[in-house]
């Protein structure tokens, strides 16, 4: 996972380790690297510049008295940035206080959402949940057979009224059957479109009203980069998304979107996708990422 991005940044800070007293220009030298692997990691470039100026701001003051060389010192510095970068803590699911807890799930086609459901339902299966899916994506003709297969698959329900009702409709009478069949988490199928249009958003909207869901979840390919981040940027704007779940990290996805998300949108990253294959999905811990890309 972000192979080239972790390269380069180990190696620009690998001549800072050993270092027992850094000078100004050392410390230059390394960050003007660290720039250059993020730009090549396709981060954006406001958060690139913010980035290196707090990490040079820290590095700055660092303390000889420490036990940790100065150098190693600044590589401290960078591991706790990027954690922050990518949202510091890592952000859990909000259950809601009376069950069943209403997850949304919203994307572009193609971005991995109906893997990503099923990956969920079945983390929540595995924790002793009863979750219930309702295919509330009445345009993609395979959609909501793809959900069944699915839901059969990991033998977890999956509500459906075919493609003739309107999506409102279908989640209203899917909430109804949750309460019915006693299922504790519901994940809301919607409608992915090529592109994001003010159809997509109003329908959206529209579910979001009638379901008050406790969580509003963008599924984003990983590997589109910035396209991911305004994605996820326009989705907020309308949606006010709970969270990220970003696909297709075990591609060769650069590190671009992971990095720049959480800054620019101001929603954090809950879970990652790292297959094709139906298993559990991985939350996402801001600081075991960093670390694995320090190396
Ligand atoms: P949707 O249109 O957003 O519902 O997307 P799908 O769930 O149908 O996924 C689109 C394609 O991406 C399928 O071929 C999935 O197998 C694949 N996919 C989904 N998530 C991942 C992931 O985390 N990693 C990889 N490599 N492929 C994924």
């Given at each position: 996972?972000?192979?080239?991005?972790?390269?380069?940044?180990?190696?620009?800070?690998?001549?800072l380790r050993s270092k027992g007293k850094l000078t100004e220009e050392d410390v230059a030298l390394a960050m003007r690297e660290v720039r250059l692997a993020l730009l090549a990691?396709?981060?954006?470039?406001?958060?690139?510049?913010?980035f290196v100026d707090r990490v040079r701001e820290r590095a700055v003051g660092v303390d000889v008295q420490n036990s940790l060389t100065p150098g190693q010192q600044v590589v401290k510095i960078v591991y706790e940035e990027l954690t922050e970068l990518m949202g510091g803590e890592q952000a859990k699911i909000k259950m809601a206080a009376k069950p069943p807890t209403v997850i949304m799930l919203v994307g572009l086609q193609g971005?991995?959402?109906?893997?990503?459901?099923?990956?969920?339902?079945?983390?929540?299966?595995?924790?002793?949940?009863?979750?219930?899916?309702?295919?509330?994506?009445?345009?993609?003709?395979?959609?909501?057979?793809?959900?069944?297969?699915?839901?059969?698959?990991?033998?977890v329900p999956v509500f459906q009224l075919g493609q003739s009702q309107l999506p409102k409709e279908?989640?209203?009478?899917?909430?109804?059957?949750?309460q019915a069949q006693g299922a504790d988490i519901v994940l809301v199928d919607t409608a992915g479109r090529l592109h994001i249009d003010e159809d997509l958003m109003k329908e959206l909207?529209?579910?979001?009203?009638?379901?008050?869901?406790?969580?509003?979840?963008?599924?984003?390919?990983?590997m589109t980069g910035q396209d991911a981040v305004h994605v996820a940027e326009t989705f907020h704007q309308r949606l006010s998304?709970?969270?990220?779940?970003?696909?297709?990290?075990?591609?060769?996805?650069?590190?671009?979107?992971?990095?720049?998300?959480?800054?620019?949108?101001?929603?954090?990253?809950k879970y990652v996708g790292l297959g094709e294959k139906i298993e559990p999905l991985q939350p996402f811990h801001p600081d075991r990422m960093a670390s694995r890309i320090l190396g």
């Open positions: 996972m972000f192979e080239a991005l972790s390269s380069s940044l180990q190696k620009a800070l690998s001549k990691a396709d981060v954006n470039v406001k958060v690139i510049k913010q971005a991995g959402k109906t893997t990503t459901i099923a990956k969920l339902a079945l983390s929540f299966k595995q924790h002793e949940h009863r979750p219930l899916l309702i295919a509330a994506d009445v345009y993609r003709p395979a959609a909501i057979q793809q959900l069944e297969v699915l839901g059969t698959q990991i033998d279908i989640v209203r009478q899917g909430l109804r059957a949750a909207e529209d579910i979001q009203s009638l379901a008050e869901p406790d969580e509003v979840l963008l599924v984003v390919d990983a998304l709970t969270g990220v779940i970003l696909t297709k990290l075990d591609g060769d996805a650069r590190g671009g979107a992971a990095l720049t998300i959480r800054s620019a949108t101001g929603c954090p990253i």
